[in-house]
């Protein structure tokens, strides 16, 4: 039986902290359409996490280089896993995602939705698309990736019912909510990309352009969302809650607007991670709402 010690190179590769923002706005899509756990609900979860996991590996596996010239710490760096091990470990998220999708009684969606991600993973990270060097391609497809895609699997998982207009209203909001902060994620890398000639949108278009980009796109998605949760608040806990995610806005709005006075660097790179981790108790708080608009 495999200990801990085996599992663990497999787990840090996948990055769990990093697939929560697409776990929020999948439960966002599914209760705004419903507000009862089915265990389609958890099958699709569990299909979303694999398919994550095996985006952030194959990104890694291309990456290498790149990575290993920004000195980033990874069990692929450190060679406690090899390149070899990691595609197999993709192969086996793919079969684990087919084989829950098998199980359901929904397994047309699930399986749908596997054909999607795999195409999506596949245009951003392997040739000859290879989307993850194209400055405007890959900020659009981890919008779509974190944003639009969770939220319209976790509102057909719901309800399996065509999409309105005001659903995709939403879901356009959520990508752009997710192109606000996925746009920031250049910051870290810059010493890599710059020797690896990687045309990221920050080195093709500046600082200031990729800031005002990121500020714009939030303040549009989050009047947005707000607009539709004033129109469900009936009660005067759906109303407090809703204050609170006025409030989150306001504070992820200015740590944006932060991005457009500075120049450093470092300090990019942390107000990225702020940010990203706002916006996550942001919509962390979107869900709230659509769970006390049920009550």
């Known amino acids: 039986m495999p200990s801990v010690a085996d599992i663990q ?15 929020i706005t999948y439960c966002i899509g599914y209760f705004f359409a419903i507000h009862t756990l089915s265990p389609d609900f958890f099958v699709g979860l569990i299909i979303l996490l694999a398919l994550h996991s095996l985006a952030t590996l194959q990104n890694d596996i291309e990456d290498f280089e790149i990575d290993k010239a920004n000195k980033r710490q990874s069990v692929l760096q450190d060679h406690h896993l090899s390149i070899s091990g990691a595609k197999f470990f993709v192969q086996a998220l793919v079969l684990m995602a087919v084989v829950f999708a098998l199980l359901s009684s929904h397994r047309r969606i699930h399986l749908t ?33 974190y944003g639009a895609l969770p939220f319209i699997y976790g509102y057909l998982v719901a309800s399996g019912k065509p999409l309105s207009a005001t659903f995709l209203l939403l879901a356009i909001l959520f990508f752009l909510a997710r192109i606000s902060t996925a746009i920031m994620k250049d910051y870290k890398d810059v010493k890599g990309d710059k020797l690896f000639n990687k045309k990221t949108f920050y080195l093709r278009y500046g600082a200031n352009l990729t800031a005002w980009t990121s500020f714009i796109t939030a303040v549009i998605a989050y009047i947005g969302i707000i607009g539709m949760l004033l129109l469900r608040s009936r009660t005067v806990a759906l109303f407090v809650t809703l204050l609170l995610v006025i409030i989150l806005a306001l504070r992820s709005t200015m740590l944006r607007l932060a991005l457009t006075k500075t120049k450093n660097e470092k300090k990019l790179n942390v107000i990225f991670h702020k940010s990203v981790f706002g916006h996550n108790q942001f919509e962390a708080a979107v869900l709230l709402c659509l769970i006390l608009s049920s009550k």
């Not at 190179?9 to 776990?23: C, E, I």
């Not at 991600?117 to 981890?142: G, T």
Request: charge should be positive; charged fraction near 10%; glycine fraction near 6%.
């Open 9 to 23: 190179p497999y787990v840090q590769l996948t990055r769990p902290q990093n697939v929560s923002g697409s776990v």
């Open 113 to 145: 939705v596997i054909l999607g991600l795999l195409l999506v993973a596949w245009l951003y990270n392997l040739n000859p698309i290879r989307a993850s060097k194209k400055p405007i391609a890959s900020i659009l497809i981890m919008g779509l990736c």
